[in-house]
């Protein structure tokens, strides 16, 4: 997508909450393990049933990679720009595409299917994030209507809710089941199926929808201190929330700017706009939203956490902007 232009709306937030105070011991960082990959931005990670690790990466390869040895191999090509995933029962993969829409991949051959690439007879960009029920309902994201993800600090910058919340039923129908959301991302359900959980990136929660009432979603976590991105389902239904960076206070307070300052500042070169800051960040959480675990550090080689995955005692971690996987080994924590 081009460069839109900006069509700022005016949102006065909160101020993040003091992050509680841990005493040292306190849910210390994990052990952690680098595994390097041949492609740039991992943005999501998932665990197929054999416990090897797939990523999409810029370029639109689909990467499986054993973590025991760190070889990778290729399983498929989109052709776009893969962001979230999600394994389905029978092994294929639900991939989220930037710029192709949502896809289903059997990574036995490595054929790409459409499933969604229109909706409302306009393009579906910015596939960001999808989750599966058991029916082979899929209930997915698309972070903005406006902004593509080469210029996807402008939707955090307008403060106008451009993002949807979609779902598409097993007859193929798809329908927008809420819009006007700020940037919302990861998506998962709770383990009984009962709810759909999805993450807003530029509205800083973390909100339940019930599935039999999709028209009162109801608030899980709110005025979170950071910005959230992908979210997965782990054991005992815990969550994991991964968690790009802290809330920047510059771009909270142009919420409340004048239209001009921040069409002014979008004339500027995206990568300028676009530094958030350097940290190691993961949430564990309840489905009731109670923090359960809070991994933090800045001193470690890996850091925009977008994607999280548990598997056989460990947090898989991915990036948008990283050329590895971060292993973290959470049971010895």
């Not at 990136?201 to 899980?220: E, K, M, N, Q, S």
């Not at 802290?246 to 500042?265: E, W, Y």
């Amino acid at each position: 997508m081009r460069k839109m232009p900006l069509e700022p709306a005016l949102r006065h937030l909160p101020p993040p909450p003091p992050r509680a105070r841990r005493r040292a011991g306190d849910d210390p960082f994990p052990a952690f393990t680098r595994i390097p990959l041949s492609g740039r931005g991992p943005e999501d990670v998932v665990v197929d049933m054999d416990g090897r690790v797939l990523c999409g990466v810029e370029d639109g390869r689909i990467l499986r990679v054993d973590p025991g040895t760190g070889t990778e191999d290729t399983v498929a090509e989109t052709g776009g720009r893969p962001l979230g995933l999600e394994v389905l029962p029978d092994g294929d993969l639900l991939v989220c595409d930037a710029h192709r829409g949502l896809l289903q991949v059997d990574v036995r051959h490595g054929t790409v299917r459409t499933l969604v690439d229109v909706v409302d007879g306009r393009p579906l960009t910015f596939c960001s994030n999808a989750t599966a029920a058991r029916d082979g309902t899929v209930w997915f994201t698309q972070s903005s209507t406006r902004h593509g993800l080469d210029h996807y600090v402008g939707a955090l910058l307008e403060h106008r809710g451009s993002g949807r919340l979609l779902r598409r039923d097993p007859d193929g129908s798809v329908h927008v089941v809420l819009d006007r959301l700020h940037f919302p991302n990861g998506i998962t359900l709770t383990e009984d199926e009962s709810s759909v959980l999805f993450a807003e990136t530029g509205g800083y929660c973390l909100t339940g929808l019930p599935v039999r009432v999709p028209h009162a979603p109801r608030p899980l976590m709110t005025n979170l201190p950071g910005t959230p991105d992908n979210v997965s389902r782990a054991r005992g239904g815990r969550l994991w929330v991964a968690m790009v960076a802290p809330r920047n206070g510059v771009l909270d307070r142009l919420g409340g700017s004048p239209p001009v300052i921040r069409r002014a500042l979008w004339r500027l070169p995206v990568a300028r706009l676009a530094r958030p800051a350097r940290t190691t960040w993961v949430l564990g959480v309840g489905e009731d939203g109670r923090v359960l675990h809070d991994f933090e550090c800045r001193d470690v080689p890996f850091g925009q956490v977008t994607g999280v995955a548990e598997h056989a005692g460990r947090l898989y971690l991915g990036s948008l902007s990283d050329s590895a996987i971060l292993c973290l080994d959470v049971d010895r924590a």
